[in-house]
Structures are given as structure tokens and as C-alpha cells.
């Protein structure tokens, strides 16, 4: 699996200097990564479109670091935060935002090397589905896909990262499987991933990237029911 890093510093030498330890540590990770930076996130594209966030906590404006992360957390709940400071005092502050992990930039190697055995640690473990797009097998990572839109034999599975596939098969056939049992289908032809169902009002749900999908009369209770059971 592939991960997105965004590193955010407003100093061009320590975004530098996280670059490359993260080129030492990357390596002996087991999944991929790919790396972004920029000093203003202000003006950062897709700034909520990310897996990791290395965000400096003493910026321009102060404890900016800090404001920035209460956003990433309210718009990417499942995105995970890593400040990086040179002020080790700052940790006892850091405790009450949802991190993942703090690193000291004096001890940059070790404590992002802990930061991201962490990361991976807490990973749910990933299951694989096998797929035949425009006549070319290819795997796709169960749990990263959000939803499924179904036109007669035809699916588009919509990714986490925005990407869509499209396969040729149908919605009953894909459900059926023993991988696919986290998915509930609220439409004839649309079926969600419950791990990205976010809440459900009147006979609608709000899903992942804030994304609304009407639930047909005939399955809203069965829905209802199945989401309220396993928030519990």
C-alpha cells in the first residue's frame, strides 16, 4: 500500500533535513511512500488529501502547528499527525491534540524512524481483492475502497485517494465475496463500506471527503440498524 506524507515547515533547511532522514527511514517500512512539503499551507493544494502530516509546530504565527492540526483532524479524522519542534517542552502541549506521534528535531533519525513503526503498527491489516480492469488483472486494497456504483454489469469502485476503477462485473457478484463483508448495500446499485460511514440522517449517508448518498425505503432500516449496532 501507498501512503501520502506532507511535510510542513516554514524553514526550506529543516523541510530538507526531514527529507533526508525520511530517505534513510522509508526504506525499512513495509509499505510505500510518497513525499510532498511546502512552508504556508495556506497555499498548499489538496491540503487535506493526505495519510501523514509532518507539521513544525512553532511557524510564523507562532503555535500555528497546533491550530493546523485541530483542522486536519476535524476534516481527515483518519489522517495521522506528527509534530516536529525544536522545543521538547512543547509535548506536554501536544498531548491534548489527537497525534500520532512527537518528534524532536535535535533527535530527527530515531524519532521519526519510532514515528513511523508506529504509524504502520496501527494499520488495520489489509485485505486484497482480485479485479479484471479493461481485460488486466490487477489487486485492489479492500479496505481503501469507499464505495460502489453499479450500471447493469458495469462497477465504479471508488477509492480513498479519489481514484476510481471501473470492472466489469455486477453488484451482487462483488458482494458476495468473502472479502467484501464490510460493505452494505443501501441502493440498488450503490453499496458503501461501512468503515467510511460517517452518519446517516433521514434517509441519507454522509461518508468519507463529506460525500452524500441517498439509501432507498426499502433498505433504510436494515441500514440504520446495521450502522447503530456497529458504532456500539
Excluded at 168 to 175: C, R, V
Amino acid at each position: 500500500m501507498r501512503y501520502k506524507i506532507l511535510i510542513i515547515d516554514d524553514t526550506e533547511k529543516d523541510i530538507q533535513r526531514i527529507r533526508n532522514i525520511l530517505t534513510i527511514v522509508l526504506p525499512d517500512m513495509k509499505h510505500t511512500y510518497g513525499t510532498a512539503w511546502c512552508t504556508n499551507p495556506d497555499k498548499c493544494n489538496s491540503l487535506y488529501s493526505y495519510d501523514i502530516y509532518i507539521i513544525d509546530i512553532h511557524m510564523q504565527t507562532g503555535t500555528y502547528g497546533f491550530e493546523l492540526a485541530k483542522n486536519i483532524n476535524v476534516v481527515s479524522p483518519d489522517a495521522s499527525i506528527i509534530f516536529c519542534t525544536n522545543y521538547d517542552n512543547l509535548v506536554f502541549d501536544s498531548w491534548r491534540i489527537d497525534a500520532l506521534f512527537f518528534v524532536r528535531k535535535n533527535h530527527l533519525k530515531n524519532d521519526l524512524m519510532d514515528a513511523m513503526i508506529k504509524f504502520e503498527s496501527q494499520l488495520p491489516e489489509e485485505e486484497w481483492i482480485d479485479v479484471m480492469e479493461n481485460h488486466n488483472p490487477i489487486r485492489l486494497p479492500v479496505f481503501r475502497i469507499v464505495y460502489i456504483e453499479a450500471y447493469r454489469n458495469n462497477l465504479t469502485i471508488h477509492m480513498l485517494d479519489h481514484a476510481t476503477h471501473e470492472i466489469y462485473d455486477s453488484l451482487k457478484h462483488f458482494l458476495s465475496r468473502e472479502e467484501c463483508s464490510d460493505f452494505v448495500q443501501i441502493s440498488r446499485s450503490i453499496a458503501i463500506n461501512f468503515n467510511y460511514i460517517k452518519d446517516i440522517t433521514g434517509s441519507t449517508v454522509n461518508i468519507y471527503h463529506n460525500i452524500y448518498l441517498p439509501v432507498s425505503r426499502r433498505r433504510l432500516s436494515s441500514v440504520r440498524e446495521c450502522f447503530l449496532t456497529r458504532r456500539k
